[in-house]
T-cell receptor, first 119, second 112 residues
Framework: NAGVTQTPKFRILKIGQSMTLQCAQD?????MYWYRQDPGMGLKLIYY???????DKGEVPNGYNVSRSTTEDFPLRLELAAPSQTSVYFC??????????????????FGPGTRLTVL | AQSVTQLDSHVSVSEGTPVLLRCNYS??????LFWYVQHPNKGLQLLLK??????LVKGINGFEAEFKKSETSFHLTKPSAHMSDAAEYFC??????????FGAGTRLTVKP
């Protein structure tokens, strides 16, 4: 299994440009997530998806869009890039809550990240 | 909403000495707790997780953490540091599948 893969690894954008960060997982996970990590900070959730066709906003969704047409893929779209979007972006996936009803949550599996600079 | 505080932004130890990375959490429910490690320019890797089966949780590479509800803590320890342990460590609390809250991270430096 490749796990969670992300492309590209690095990208430099000019202000106002657009791009799509790609994320794919081969573990048949229902849940997928996009995070951003700013220097000296933990990760913040941008968007998440609980399955194909279902997405929802996280803590910091402004300036981003997502879609989930398949279980495997969860691309993140940046429209009109701004310097504030300079960050490292991580995609992750997980199984949902355990099926036996226990109220505990499964770990997320992370991709290697995309380092984005907006100048 | 849940939150997590990592009490040290940077910890420096000598190789072969114990490691202690401190984490306090706040949660209205019985949360799941995780420690992840991030080596330079890499993604996050799960070290261990607490899901109520046992309060002392053993993880990979000799790390363990103890869940103390009365102190709302989930500190990460290792008896003997290795040079390869140098990395950023994140404590994470989760109350749902779509809401994991990350601490700001603790950078561990290991001196030869």
């Amino acid at each position: 299994n490749a796990g969670v893969t992300q492309t590209p690894k690095f990208r430099i954008l000019k202000i106002g440009q657009s791009m799509t960060l790609q994320c794919a997982q081969d573990m048949n996970h229902n849940y997928m997530y996009w995070y951003r990590q700013d220097p000296g900070m933990g990760l913040k959730l941008i968007y998440y998806s609980v399955g194909a066709g279902i997405t929802d906003k996280g803590e910091v969704p402004n300036g981003y869009n997502v879609s989930r047409s398949t279980t495997e893929d969860f691309p993140l779209r940046l429209e009109l890039a701004a310097p504030s979007q300079t960050s490292v972006y991580f995609c992750a996936s997980s199984w949902p809550q355990g099926t036996s009803g226990e109220p505990f949550y499964n770990e997320q599996f992370f991709g290697p990240g995309t380092r984005l600079t907006v100048l | 909403a849940q939150s997590v505080t990592q009490l040290d932004s940077h910890v420096s130890v000598s190789e072969g000495t114990p490691v202690l990375l401190r984490c306090n959490y706040s949660s209205s429910y019985s949360p799941s707790l995780f420690w992840y490690v991030q080596h330079p320019n890499k993604g996050l890797q799960l070290l261990l997780k607490y899901t109520s089966a046992a309060t002392l949780v053993k993880g990979i590479n000799g790390f363990e953490a103890e869940f103390k509800k009365s102190e709302t803590s989930f500190h990460l320890t290792k008896p003997s540091a290795h040079m390869s342990d140098a990395a950023e460590y994140f404590c994470v609390v989760s109350e749902s599948n779509n809401d994991m809250r990350f601490g700001a991270g603790t950078r561990l430096t290991v001196k030869p």
